[in-house]
């Protein structure tokens, strides 16, 4: 386990607070002993969590997603409990709560204290009907020791993201496409030209809504955001 000096001190590096800096120690705990564990090789890591940790993305993440085409209750509700287990090992306080099947998958809320820092995760696991493939990804972040999770192919989870932004037009999904694009994660941008409307039309307050998530010195960027986005969007039409 890491202590609480030692994430004050990360989160100085990482221009963040120390919140973001516990809750993705304990994302990359969680992600460790998952997949260390036989049953998890047919569920995916996906998401903006998985930009962040497996392609250096700069936005801190609150969640955990992954895809997989086939839901069982009792596997996965196996691998949360010993992965649980041995986070708990760490002495890191974790609690999974509400943890449940739904009609589009299975969700869980998982509830961390490290010290006097506590915080939730949100865990959910989405079912595809559409044949889901993976690539194993090896992990290297300032937490834990490597190890290696199972994501979701890279194009389908930029796919997923892309489809995201369209459809749900969050700020994090604006800010994901911004770093896609100058990480040059996207082979097919005719999708582009349907943004720059969306930019248009938005009233979204980015800096509000993405500054706690987002190093300090990225704050000069999302003030003004959608010139921001609109420029590296034209760059690449």
């Avoid at 890491?2 to 100085?12: D, L, N, P, R, W």
């Avoid at 930009?51 to 085409?69: A, K, N, V, W």
């Amino acid at each position: 386990m890491i202590s609480e000096k030692q994430i004050e001190e990360i989160a100085v590096k990482m221009q963040t607070s120390a919140i973001n800096v516990a809750r993705e120690y304990a994302q990359n705990l969680f992600l460790q002993y998952f997949y260390a564990q036989e049953g998890s090789e047919a569920i995916y890591f996906k998401g903006g969590t998985a930009l962040r940790i497996l392609y250096r993305s700069p936005r801190f993440s609150e969640d955990l997603d992954f895809s997989t085409s086939h839901i069982d209750k009792s596997i996965i509700e196996k691998l949360l409990q010993e992965t649980a287990i041995k986070i708990d090992e760490e002495g890191v306080l974790i609690e999974i709560e509400e943890a449940k099947p739904t009609s589009g998958g299975y969700l869980g809320e998982i509830k961390v204290s490290i010290g006097a820092i506590n915080f939730n995760i949100m865990m959910e696991i989405s079912s595809r009907k559409k044949k889901t493939s993976g690539e194993t990804v090896v992990v290297e972040n300032p937490y834990v020791s490597t190890y290696t999770v199972l994501s979701l192919k890279k194009e389908e989870l930029i796919a997923e993201k892309i489809e995201a932004l369209l459809d749900r037009k969050k700020p994090r999904d604006f800010f994901d496409l911004y770093f896609m694009l100058r990480a040059n994660l996207i082979p097919n941008k005719k999708f582009l030209k349907l943004v720059i409307p969306l930019l248009g039309k938005t009233k979204i307050d980015f800096k509000n809504e993405l500054g706690e998530f987002l190093p300090r010195s990225f704050h000069p960027i999302i003030k003004k955001f959608p010139v921001a986005l609109a420029q590296e969007i034209r760059r690449h039409l």
